[in-house]
């Protein structure tokens, strides 16, 4: 069984940065792909950014060239750090583990585990 754990969202003005975190345990972190969700109220969850075990990364076009996903295996850590933010940026951001290894996993289906949520709201 696998836990994560976010934290590090908040409220920010619109063009500024955060940077998420999820915490890993129970299992060996450097084999998981990682992936970032977010939802928006009313809206269903969409897919932001995954790492996979080789550190390939992949990313939603909506954040493409603003976000940044990385992983340090050692602390069994993913993060993801989200510059230039906008008010449509606001959701809450799920990061979710993709055990079974599928060579691309943009879909919620693909992750096996998933972590409680950290709310981002951005102001303008």
């Known amino acids: 069984q696998v836990q994560l754990v976010e934290s590090g969202g908040g409220l920010v003005q619109a063009g500024g940065s955060l940077r998420l975190s999820c915490a890993a345990s129970g299992g060996t972190f450097s084999n998981y792909a990682m992936g970032w969700f977010r939802q928006a109220p009313g809206k269903e969850r969409e897919f932001v950014a995954t790492i996979r075990r080789s550190f390939g990364v992949y990313y939603a076009d909506s954040v493409r060239g603003r976000f940044t996903i990385s992983r340090d295996n050692a602390k069994s850590t993913v993060y993801l750090q989200m510059n230039s933010l906008k008010q449509e940026d606001t959701a809450v951001y799920y990061c979710?583990?993709?055990?079974?290894?599928?060579?691309?996993?943009?879909?919620?289906?693909?992750?096996?585990?998933w972590g409680q949520g950290t709310q981002v709201t951005v102001s303008s």
């Open positions: 979710a583990a993709d055990v079974a290894g599928w060579p691309i996993a943009t879909m919620t289906r693909d992750y096996e585990y």
